[in-house]
């Protein structure tokens, strides 16, 4: 089990935070350590808040952890500075769903971890 140490050390979770090239200005989420180009120079860069639905699926039978959630769905979203997120939409119901729909990034609950109950949280995406 990590510690929560561990994931509040993650910038790609709790602040969407991607790496550009320095190289070919290729970004990439989560953050890599060696570039398509071959590069390892990076710098941090915010992904933005908003974006649009390029694809998404309902799941209706879940793994263990997420079995009280369905129906719930998941949505490849490019953010308005071209990162690709893959992310859990939140606050709707899945026939309100649509390719090309505006949405935001917002911080939330993912999951409670082990027997201790340690909240894990991160982004999700919600319809604007």
Same mark, same amino acid.
Do not use: W
């Given at each position: $089990?990590?510690?929560?140490?561990?994931?509040?050390? $993650?910038? !790609?979770?709790?602040?969407?935070?991607?790496? @550009?090239?320095?190289?070919?200005?290729?970004?990439?989420?989560?953050?890599? $350590?060696?570039?398509?180009? +071959?590069?390892?120079?990076?710098? +941090? /860069?915010?992904?933005?808040?908003?974006?649009?639905?390029?694809?998404?699926?309902? #799941?209706?039978?879940?793994?263990?952890?997420?079995?009280? /959630?369905?129906?719930?769905?998941?949505?490849?979203? /490019?953010?308005?500075?071209?990162?690709?997120?893959?992310? !859990?939409?939140?606050?709707? @119901?899945?026939?309100?769903? /649509?390719? +090309?729909?505006?949405?935001?990034?917002?911080?939330? @609950?993912?999951?409670?971890?082990?027997?201790?109950?340690?909240?894990?949280?991160?982004?999700?995406? #919600?319809?604007?």
């Amino acid at each position: $089990m990590p510690s929560p140490r561990y994931h509040r050390e $993650m910038p !790609q979770r709790y602040r969407l935070e991607a790496a @550009k090239c320095s190289g070919c200005g290729r970004v990439a989420f989560p953050p890599r $350590m060696v570039c398509n180009c +071959g590069s390892r120079d990076f710098k +941090g /860069e915010k992904v933005s808040d908003y974006g649009k639905i390029l694809t998404f699926t309902t #799941i209706r039978v879940a793994p263990k952890d997420f079995e009280t /959630e369905v129906p719930y769905s998941v949505a490849i979203v /490019e953010s308005d500075n071209g990162v690709r997120v893959t992310t !859990q939409v939140v606050d709707c @119901k899945p026939n309100e769903l /649509e390719i +090309g729909k505006k949405v935001k990034f917002v911080f939330r @609950k993912l999951y409670t971890e082990g027997h201790t109950g340690i909240i894990c949280y991160g982004y999700k995406a #919600i319809l604007i």
